[in-house]
């Protein structure tokens, strides 16, 4: 594998060229203002009266190179306070211009006209602001060149207006919500794009030629701006809440009668460090107005992801992202990927202390956020910063035993720390960053020390250095360590989780320690990338060793892996008669764990086309036909043959210009051992009316496993399998699903969206089996001893008679959850919430459930079921200076 990588390096070395990376475009005017300006989208006062900057856009989609449809002229101004942006889009045919109403930050594939900032001018990072011709703002933050994250919200104003001879925008943007250097005079990054909806035509005075890379580097210079000396801006947004919820209760709990009303009051922090740096802290936070999280039916020893939705984690997050700078490309297969900071660890639901023999419980649905700050921009020598600091409280559980009540903690005090540092040289050929993550705890109640480490450490550092001048070749990497410390029960139970299963029986080089009250891991990961060109390549290599363990902060899956894969493509991005632009690309890949068992290898390919039209259609597949070990399967026990297996999917979609929008994909697989997975996803979506967009993403999957995991007992006589019986079954599973959403904007301040999620899953097990012997796929019946099957009443009982009580693991889940929210941006930042949240929901198990999808019966039996509803207003206000 070494030989590999050297060879890969020679490779891209011998292969670069030193031409330049971009074409010295001209210099972009701001002008100083002189007189007021209202901002109404109409450029009517005399302080636009100059000649529009002369810098010509150029089309990058669909005619690249070629002068726009229409031309555009922009203008820029400035004062002590704010930029001001000012731009005609001249339009032939004003009446078909795209003005769709959305809310905020939603893209709603309308004519809009977008200003992009590098106050830095480090070519690397900036800002972008986006009106369309409704009315509707969108902007965000760019960081790695390329790579855009639209979370980051900033206060601002904008209007647009349409009239005879296209329309117009303005834009007020104040120095208060992005970060630059103090100087006598400015030289920023700037460029300007527009989209003609109709014709999806993309403009910009820099675009990024297809096949190449980079967008912000690529930016002209904004000149002019000088005497500038803004002032330092507190921004401080006040919430007050009111909950009301009505919950399903059992009868005679004491802490819960089925209505529960809460009054709440916090507050939002953004203020100005130095000219370089933005704090954001927050007291008490309420997510109350997020959107709430998809049922999920999960039968794997994975943990389910969530993604982060809570604005003060979201925004910004980027700042965060580790192992992922210089590249545009970073492929993975079968890679576990650990993430050093997982923001959804921060205010988690309790993981719960010791409550005894109680008859009612009452445990917080979160851990309460006490209070959290970041520090992010710059510090002296251009390096990148970010820091955030989070004190989440102690949570008790209410308790009645007998009708007594008392209390017991349920989480204890805790503290969260992320530091990330990057800097780049010689203008971002080359960079290197650090990130440290540390989560600590402080116990007053003994006994969670037992499902709690005491400390998390996690600490990485990463970077990229491109190969040639030209930046065509990059090579990137990272490496990291982890250290956890908690007692003895603790740590044991850390490297017997589904990470890690170090008291697997046939483990050769990594044991898990029974004795050990700290745990210390690496993990590595190294890229080579080819940027530019319509020859594709990729290759990576990397590591996490058994004893890795980033989830205090972080999130992993796994750890005890050695992966790597080589892959190559080709991308048709010039149009011809037939398409707009096609790629296909190919790859092989090959895992193994810590004790050399191959645990994953194949072939992958995909490709597509997007059609003149804006069709496409697109699909891949992934051959493994190889004999590999699966080293989970067991869940901790031995390692047990994986048969060859085949996978493979296909897509198409169409124009989404279009009033209705159609989107279908088919996946499959299939194994050698009988298994087999079947799943369609439709989705449609549809604009009634210019402020309304419907859409409907259901999910119907078919799946047929043949060792699905149900258990384990001790059994000195299993000799073969280490004295212990692994039982698996087969499992015919049926879920459907389907994504509801509305959002409707009544104008650019007021949205209401809606969200709904209806989930049906049954599954059915049978043909109950136990493994033969480790490193082989044989199975035996489970008989009359131990562990037992009885045909009549359909019960496993893995312990056999005198054990444990048998049961039949058959389900049928139903759900119905979703949210609405009204949102009234009453002044620039500040902002009213009305949110309605319900949820109903049932787990039919152990012979209450047969385990057959009947869609009628499922149906009815979701919408017969009690709902729990929550309803909340909250009110935010923004106060500066």
């Known amino acids: 594998m070494k030989s590999l990588l050297v060879a890969l390096f020679l490779l891209a070395a011998a292969t670069a060229r030193a031409d330049s990376l971009t074409v010295a475009l001209p210099d972009v005017q701001a002008h100083r203002l002189v007189g007021p300006i209202q901002i109404d989208g109409i450029l009517s006062e005399p302080a636009w009266n100059f000649p529009p900057d002369p810098a010509r856009m150029i089309q990058s989609d669909p005619d690249q190179g070629a002068p726009p449809t229409f031309p555009t002229e922009i203008r820029i101004l400035y004062d002590d306070d704010a930029i001001y942006f000012g731009a005609r889009m001249h339009d032939a045919h004003p009446d078909s211009i795209v003005a769709r109403l959305a809310r905020r930050d939603q893209s709603s594939r309308s004519d809009e006209i977008c200003l992009y900032l590098d106050p830095y001018h480090d070519k690397r990072s900036g800002y972008y602001f986006v009106v369309s011709a409704a009315g509707t703002l969108r902007d965000g933050v760019y ?47 700037v460029n300007v794009g527009r ?11 820099a675009y990024t030629p297809r096949n190449e890379s980079g967008f912000v580097s690529r930016f ?23 909950k009301a919820e009505y919950l399903d209760h059992a009868p005679g709990d004491p802490f819960n009668d089925g209505s529960r009303y809460t009054p709440d009051v916090g507050a939002d922090l953004r203020t100005a460090v130095g000219s370089k740096l933005t704090l954001n802290a927050t007291i008490n936070p ?111 559980a209410d308790l009645s035993t007998t009708g007594t009540k008392s209390r017991a903690e349920a989480e204890p005090l805790a503290s969260y720390t992320v530091l990330r540092t990057q800097k780049e040289f010689q203008k971002g050929m080359q960079g290197l960053g650090i990130i440290g993550t540390n989560a600590a705890r402080s116990f007053e109640d003994q006994s969670l020390r037992d499902v709690h480490n005491s400390n998390g450490l996690a600490i990485g550092v990463d970077g990229w250095s491109f190969l040639d001048h030209n930046r065509k070749w990059v090579a990137t990497g990272w490496s990291g360590m982890s ?64 004893r890795f363990d980033t989830n205090d902060l972080g999130y992993m899956t796994r750890s005890g892996v050695l992966n790597a894969h080589v892959a190559s493509g080709y991308q048709w991005s010039k149009p011809n008669s037939w398409r707009r632009n096609a790629n296909f690309n190919i790859a092989t890949y090959y ?211 005198g054990g444990s009580a048998p049961y039949n693991p058959d389900f049928n889940f139903t ?49 017969d079921q009690t709902p729990q509803n929550i309803f909340l207003v909250k009110l935010t206000y923004y106060l500066t200076r």
Not at 226 to 242: A, H, L
Request: one cysteine or more.
């Open 286 to 396: 309420d997510f109350g107005q997020v959107e709430v999280d998809p049922a999920v039916v999960n039968l794997s020893d994975v943990e389910t992801f969530f993604p982060e939705k809570r604005p003060f984690f979201v925004e910004g997050s980027n700042n965060y992202d580790f192992g992922y700078g210089g590249a545009n490309n970073y492929m993975g297969f079968n890679w576990p990927g650990p993430t050093f900071f997982y923001s959804r660890r921060v205010g988690a639901a309790p993981t719960g202390g010791n409550y005894g023999n109680a008859d009612y419980v009452d445990v917080p649905s979160g851990t309460s956020i006490l209070g959290a700050g970041k520090l992010t921009g710059k510090i002296p020598g251009d390096t990148n910063l970010g820091v955030m600091e989070a004190v989440t409280a102690r949570e008790f």
């Open 143 to 189: 960081y790695n060149d390329s790579w855009n994250d639209d979370s980051w919200d900033g206060v601002w104003e904008a209007k647009a207006h349409i009239d005879s001879t296209g329309w117009t925008a303005e834009m007020r943007i104040p120095y208060s919500q992005i970060r630059f250097r103090k100087a006598a005079q400015y030289r920023w990054g």
């Open 483 to 546: 250290n956890i410390q908690g007692n003895v029960t603790r740590i044991t139970d850390v490297q017997a989780n589904s990470a890690h299963y170090l008291q697997r029986p046939d483990m050769q080089n990594y044991r898990l320690d029974p004795n050990a009250t700290a745990m210390t891991g690496y993990s590595g990961r190294f890229t080579v990338n080819k940027q530019k060109g319509a020859t594709q390549f990729n290759t990576a290599f990397g590591f996490v060793d058994p």
């Open 591 to 801: 895992v193994e764990n810590y004790d050399h068992d191959r645990t994953s290898s194949g072939i992958w390919a995909n490709g597509g086309v997007v059609f003149l039209n804006y069709w496409t259609i697109f699909g891949g597949f992934t051959a493994s036909p190889l004999h590999n070990m699966n080293d989970r399967l067991t869940r901790g026990g031995p390692v047990v043959e994986q048969l060859p297996n085949y996978s493979g999917w296909i897509s198409t979609d169409t124009d989404g210009r279009k009033k209705l929008y159609y989107y279908f994909e088919v996946d499959a697989s299939q194994s050698q051992s009988g298994g087999w997975d079947l799943s369609f996803y439709p989705s449609i979506q549809w604009k009634p009316a210019p402020n309304v967009q419907l859409n409907f993403s259901p999910t119907v999957d078919r799946n047929h496993q043949d060792s699905q995991w149900v258990g384990a007992v001790d059994d000195p006589g299993a000799t073969a399998t280490y004295n212990r019986r692994y039982v698996f079954s087969q499992l015919d599973q049926t879920t459907v699903s389907g994504g509801f959403r509305l959002n409707w904007a009544f104008t650019p301040n007021v949205s209401l969206q809606l969200y709904a999620q209806p989930l049906m899953s049954t599954g059915n097990y049978h043909y109950y089996k136990q493994l033969v012997r480790p490193r082989a796929y044989e199975w035996e019946p489970v008989g009359s001893g131990v562990p037992q099957y009885d045909p009549v009443t359909d019960k496993i009982d893995l312990d056999g008679p």
């Open 220 to 242: 002209p210079d904004l000149v002019g701006i000088e005497n500038v000396s803004p002032g330092r801006s507190i921004q401080i947004v006040p919430y007050v809440t009111t």
């Open 815 to 863: 759900s119905l959850r979703g949210n609405a929210v009204l949102r009234w941006e009453y002044l620039p930042g500040s902002t009213l919430f009305l949110v309605w949240t319900q949820e109903r929901s049932d787990y039919l198990t152990d012979g209450s459930g047969n385990g057959e999808f009947e869609f009628g019966h499922e149906c009815s039996h979701m919408v």
């Open 195 to 205: 989209s003609l909806a109709r014709r999806n035509e993309d403009s910009y005075l």
